[in-house]
């Protein structure tokens, strides 16, 4: 065990006040009844009210949540698909190739990843609009997932597999019944990370979207570049709060599966 | 057998070469194209219709003068060298911040790594464009920073942050920290502590054992951590158009103004071919520093 001194205490303090330092102050700004931002008017909902009646914002979020769940779903679909073929499928033609196309995306910037796509769109003529949307955020997002679950499927014992085949399981019940419980847990954070970074992204959506599909980080982009704007804070402290309640909850959850997990196998031993 | 693990080859193959790879020859050869008042805005077009002679044609209009404008007009010169500078500035700081804090994290009781963690990760999930925004209100003239520090005495002008450089080093730092800690962490967790012990046991001081043991081998995490940051703050777009100044010149704020200011389809291909040719020599270095790194581990 190293020693926990004085310094770490301080470094890790002043770096985590660094981190949630801006959205404490963008929460508090949130119920500021005073539309200048920096003065404080009292305490009031007023701008959770505005955003809620701002059919704009209530558009983009919607279509912004279906374009997530359709991208995210597809992605860890075709991701997962992805991890299976680069650890398990052996060698074939063009692998380098494969692999390469997988991580590539993972540090291409945002603006030539848009940029190609929309000319490829607009190549074959495709109409842009929240399809388009969908193509894209799958793209990179599958990357990430085959990325999440390739992890997984390296570190997990492959004579399971074997022995479900070998009691006469076929290759898809196998994979079913056997892999499939064994990688859910990576499948399920590959499907949250892509959800999220399809929720997130600016700039793919800006240059792939049609006028009449705007999405929420489009609006917010349009609305904060002319400067502070209460109602925006307002949406921030409620995707900050979402993504709080959510990231505590999986890691009670996952924390209390250890726990069982650890009794279990003592129980088992014991037995 | 052989049929379904031709399919499941196939279906993820080919949607990567459609979407990715086939895009990035359109942009390649988009930039080897000419503006042009048409839709679409560039020509030539491939005329299939035409054969052979079609094929030929289209090739002897393809030109390189996007690539001399690149050259000629010192915009863009001066864009990609000031990316690589605010990337470069911007990776060292985030270094600075983070290895005291990943340190701090391997330092911790075992009990606490897990919030440790946790607190690292729940920004990264948090919107990338809102955390951003957020340092707008803090910075701004009339911001949190200003008004703390006037209410202290310790100014009586407001400070210009906002719009300004040093707003954009800020937000890079505080945008990809989480990059930086986390593969530096994982590398000092990994570290066995009995090789500072003993070399202290052995006469170091703290600090040298810290220099001569724990830098370099957390060596690897440092440098993942540090790639990860540089090559997308090189590309970046939203943190210098939010906190940036007309000053700041950014590539990445370069090429989306020429697209779709300009509507110079052409020129901003042109400019992503050039950013993706500079980005190639760190993107290689990386995967060969995670190349070594996973053979060291088998």
Redesign the interface.
């Known amino acids: 065990m190293r020693r926990f001194s004085w310094f770490n205490a301080t470094s890790l303090t002043l770096g985590f006040l660094f981190l949630y330092f801006p959205m404490v102050i963008l929460v508090i700004y949130s119920f500021n009844a005073s539309k200048l931002v920096t003065v404080w008017g009292g305490f009031s909902v007023k701008w959770y009210g505005e955003l809620f009646h701002d059919q704009a914002f209530l558009d983009a979020a919607w279509v912004t949540l279906r374009v997530a769940l359709a991208a995210s779903t597809l992605a860890t679909i075709l991701g997962t698909m992805a991890a299976y073929v680069m650890v398990r499928a052996g060698r074939f033609t063009g692998r380098t190739l494969f692999s390469g196309m997988i991580y590539a995306p993972l540090v291409m910037p945002d603006v030539i990843t848009g940029l190609s796509l929309l000319l490829l769109f607009i190549a074959v003529g495709l109409d842009r609009g929240i399809t388009t949307v969908v193509l894209a955020h799958t793209t990179f997002a599958m990357c990430y997932v085959s990325v999440v679950v390739s992890a997984r499927l390296v570190s997990f014992d492959r004579s399971l597999e074997e022995a479900a085949l070998d009691l006469g399981c076929s290759p898809w019940d196998a994979f079913r019944s056997v892999t499939l419980p064994i990688i859910a847990p990576a499948v399920i954070s590959g499907w949250l990370l892509a959800f999220t970074l399809s929720l997130d992204d600016l700039v793919i959506a800006s240059f792939t979207t049609g006028p009449s599909s705007t999405t929420l980080p489009i609006k917010i982009w349009s609305a904060v570049r002319l400067g502070v704007n209460p109602e925006i804070n307002a949406l921030s402290t409620i995707m900050i709060s979402i993504v709080t309640v959510g990231v505590i909850t999986t890691s009670i959850l996952s924390k209390r599966n250890a726990v069982q997990r650890m009794r279990d196998e003592q129980k088992a031993q014991q037995a | 057998?052989q049929l379904?693990?031709t399919f499941?080859?196939l279906?993820?193959?080919l949607?990567?070469?459609?979407?990715?790879?086939?895009?990035?020859f359109?942009?390649m050869k988009?930039s080897l194209s000419q503006v042009a008042l048409a839709i679409?805005p560039y020509t030539p077009t491939l005329d299939i219709t035409q054969g052979w002679d079609g094929l030929v044609k289209f090739f002897s209009q393809l030109s390189f003068s996007n690539f001399q404008f690149l050259t000629t007009d010192d915009l863009y010169w001066r864009a990609y060298v000031s990316s690589l500078e605010i990337a470069t500035v911007a990776t060292a700081i985030t270094l600075l911040?983070g290895y005291?804090?990943a340190?701090?994290?391997?330092?911790?009781?075992d009990e606490w790594r897990?919030t440790?963690m946790?607190?690292?990760?729940?920004?990264f999930?948090?919107?990338?464009?809102?955390?951003i925004?957020?340092?707008?209100?803090?910075l701004?003239r009339?911001?949190?920073v200003n008004?703390t520090l006037e209410w202290l005495g310790i100014i009586h002008e407001p400070l210009t942050i906002l719009n300004t450089n040093w707003a954009v080093f800020i937000g890079i730092v505080?945008g990809y920290?989480p990059f930086m800690?986390l593969p530096i962490y994982a590398a000092l967790d990994k570290l066995d502590?009995s090789l500072?012990e003993s070399a202290q046991d052995l006469g170091c001081t703290q600090i040298k054992a810290f220099w001569l043991i724990t830098v370099p081998l957390s060596r690897p995490g440092v440098v993942a951590g540090c790639f990860l940051v540089f090559?997308?703050a090189?590309?970046?777009?939203?943190i210098p158009?939010?906190l940036g100044g007309s000053g700041t010149l950014m590539i990445?704020k370069v090429?989306?103004e020429e697209?779709s200011s300009n509507r110079d389809?052409p020129v901003?291909?042109a400019v992503?071919v050039v950013?993706?040719l500079i980005?190639v020599v760190p993107?290689i270095l990386?995967?060969r520093n995670q190349q070594r790194q996973q053979e060291a581990e088998q």
């Open positions: 057998m379904r693990r499941l080859i279906v993820p193959y949607w990567m070469l459609l979407f990715f790879l086939v895009p990035f359109i942009v988009i679409p911040v005291p804090i340190y701090g994290m391997a330092s911790a009781p897990p440790l946790m607190l690292v990760i729940l920004p999930w948090t919107s990338f464009l809102i955390r925004y957020a340092w707008m209100g803090i701004g009339e911001g949190f008004s505080y920290l800690i502590v500072t090559i997308p090189l590309g970046e777009y939203v158009s939010l990445g090429l989306w697209f389809w901003a291909s992503a950013l993706l980005l993107i990386f995967q």
